[in-house]
């Protein structure tokens, strides 16, 4: 065998992988979009069929008019938005002061972050079920459920925003800030004039990385809202669907409803992949 | 003159510094008060609680019990199983295997009741685990389990990925969204998803191409079967998260310098030796440091377990989740809490220093 033909086989062989790789990773949402799309009957009968006989759009139909499944959007955008939006007003401050500022007291303090970053959620729970309902006992301040939880993802997407923002901000070159200094700036008018507008790019990587945390997040919402079922987020609206109707797993609307909450991230991921990559490998690599 | 010029000076630096201290402190005051709120308070009610026989929604007064939960969790037994006999004395065999007595027979019932936690066979005997809180016990070690097995199946798989899609190729940054998706989907729709396609009748997937290829009945109850359940739930875990292993690796292969490798193709080194000499060295303290990303994450595992087999099988979180939500006993899910959090510092005290990582 001559040296061209192994490389042709091996070519191959290389082109083989990457296809078995690829049905790997697509395979499942495959699998989710024909059954949405497949008929009661065809859904149930044996052996399941790779690809539908008969396509419907029932599923999806009876998924847009399922208002807790809609609601549950709703509730997902307000909270995962308001979360990431209030992390990165808080964390930026922090992450300015961390990165850029001397005092005493710094390094202690970047610890705690780092270490809250890998923090279990499940070890607070009891502890974060008596804080909230304190706060629930305080009649007066009649604090939605939706706040509360916006409140909660704090927990975990404010550490490590911080993080990532610190290391930003300390990036950024001394002599900036030294200049604003020199024209007699104060701290609060360099960090929002100068620091601010270098940093929109972390902010849109940390924000995305937030957002997808706090819409993914499922443990504290399904304890927190279990005796309010208008205030579900969509993973536990979606993990409920099944119990609406008693009589037969609704697989096909599940699988509707599955692929339909999959776009978004979908789409987010194709706009900002890059800046996703750039947010995940930055703690892992060091270049 | 020289000093009465400097001393002003001075003490305009130190109010600059001052000044900056405090501003700092202003800036970090809305971060740090938040994360004392939901993270450090709730953190050391989680401990007091934990001491306590606190329950919610109870007309119950709770008490300062010590360490009474701590020891209902990991109280634990070994004793060895009796040969079942007959009548006449003689072991009763069935199937040709000796038939052993039931471990109800054996396991202590005062002061505290045990029950069976693992069953297993050793130089001939039988023996058998009890425990006070089995389904504490069987969760721990569900996860350790499930976290030893998907991380190196996740490592394996990512790596490979991550190689192949090292070289560039057509339709590269095609694959490179691809991998991005299973990490971006939630968790309870990808568990929801392989829920379905593990149904336990030809209706689904698996059992459908199983049929196809000859294995099995077409009605292998992958998720209810107990030694099933492991090794399916570890593939829904595998599929979600080899892909995000691959990014991290792929990050790291690409900080590797070419010249390295051209040096060794002078050098006349194959494939498999450029593999081991260069690559998988240089790759290890990016692959560290994803190691110990995914074990913290796999050790707190809760969607998944919680989609998949609700209170059929437990993960410690679900566990945790499980006895505070549906049993209302507060005190002892602290506990188990408690015991999470340490179980997670040991392990990543572990890999520290074993993978020398330096925060």
């Known amino acids: ?287 | 003159m020289a000093v009465s010029t400097k001393a002003p000076k001075a003490r305009q630096l130190s109010d600059l510094a001052r000044q900056e201290e405090r501003t700092a402190w202003w800036l970090l005051f809305p971060s740090l008060l938040l994360l004392f709120l939901i993270g450090i308070y709730p953190l050391a009610q989680v401990f007091y609680l934990s001491t306590t026989n606190k329950r919610f929604a109870s007309s119950q007064p709770t008490e300062f019990i010590g360490f009474a939960n701590y020891r209902d969790l990991l109280s634990m037994t070994v004793r060895e199983l009796p040969v079942q006999l007959d009548e006449a004395g003689q072991p009763v065999i069935e199937d040709g295997k000796k038939q052993y007595e039931s471990w109800v027979r054996v396991l202590p019932r005062e002061p505290l009741r045990y029950r069976a936690a693992f069953e297993f066979g050793f130089f001939g005997k039988r023996y058998v685990i009890g425990a006070v809180n089995a389904d504490f016990i069987k969760s721990v070690w569900d996860t350790i389990v499930f976290t030893v097995v998907a991380v190196a199946l996740e490592t394996l798989i990512g790596l490979i990925i991550a190689l192949a899609l090292s070289r560039k190729f057509f339709g590269r940054s095609v694959m490179r969204t691809a991998m991005l998706v299973p990490w971006a989907i939630i968790t309870v729709v990808s568990s929801l998803i392989w829920e379905w396609m593990f149904k336990s009748n030809r209706s689904g997937f698996f059992n459908a191409l199983f049929d196809r290829l000859g294995w099995g009945d077409g009605n292998t109850v992958f998720l209810v079967n107990p030694a099933l359940q492991m090794p399916s739930i570890i593939a829904i875990d595998v599929w979600k998260t080899a892909p995000f292993m691959a990014l991290l690796l792929l990050a790291g292969l690409a900080t590797i310098p070419r010249e390295l490798y051209e040096a060794a193709e002078v050098d006349g080194a194959n494939k498999i030796r450029k593999f081991f000499s260069i690559t998988l060295p240089l790759l290890l303290p990016t692959m560290a440091v994803a190691l110990v990303f995914r074990t913290l994450d796999s050790l707190r595992v809760f969607d998944l377990f919680q989609v998949v087999f609700g209170e059929r099988r437990y993960s410690m979180a679900t566990f945790a989740q499980f006895t505070l939500v549906s049993n209302k006993d507060m005190g002892l899910s602290a506990a188990a809490s408690v015991i999470i959090f340490i179980i997670l510092f040991i392990f990543a005290i572990i890999y520290m220093r074993s993978l020398k990582v330096d925060a």
């Open chain 1, 1 to 287: 065998m001559n040296k061209q033909t192994r490389k042709i086989i091996g070519e191959i062989f290389f082109y083989i992988l990457i296809a078995i790789i690829a049905i790997y990773l697509i395979f499942p949402f495959y699998w989710a979009l024909i059954s949405a799309l497949k008929t009661e009957g065809e859904l149930i009968a044996a052996p399941a069929t790779f690809f539908p006989k008969e396509i419907t759009f029932r599923n999806f139909q009876a998924v847009f008019t399922n208002t807790a499944f809609l609601r549950g959007i709703l509730n997902s955008f307000i909270v995962a938005g308001s979360t990431t939006l209030f992390s990165l007003m808080v964390g930026a401050f922090a992450g300015y002061a961390l990165g850029k500022l001397r005092f005493r007291g710094r390094t202690p303090t970047l610890y705690t972050i780092l270490a809250m970053t890998m923090f279990p959620a499940v070890a607070i729970l009891s502890g974060l079920f008596q804080v909230i309902k304190a706060i629930q006992d305080i009649a007066w301040l009649n604090v939605p459920t939706l706040v509360l939880l916006i409140l909660i993802y704090m927990v975990f997407t404010l550490p490590f925003t911080i993080w990532v923002l610190t290391s930003f901000f300390r990036g950024l070159p001394d002599s900036l800030l030294q200049a604003a200094q020199v024209d007699g700036a104060t701290f609060l008018q360099t960090f929002w004039y100068i620091l601010l507008p270098l940093t929109a790019p972390a902010l849109v990587t940390t924000g995305l990385l937030a957002f997808i945390g706090a819409w993914n997040e499922y443990l504290f919402a399904l304890t927190f809202t279990l005796q309010e079922p208008g205030s579900r987020t969509v993973p536990v609206a979606i993990s409920q669907l099944g119990g609406r109707f008693a009589m037969q797993e609704p697989t096909g609307e599940l699988m509707a409803a599955a692929l339909i909450i999959t776009v978004p991230l979908i789409t987010l991921v194709l706009i900002f992949q890059n800046r996703i990559v750039d947010g995940l490998t930055a703690g892992a690599v060091k270049g």
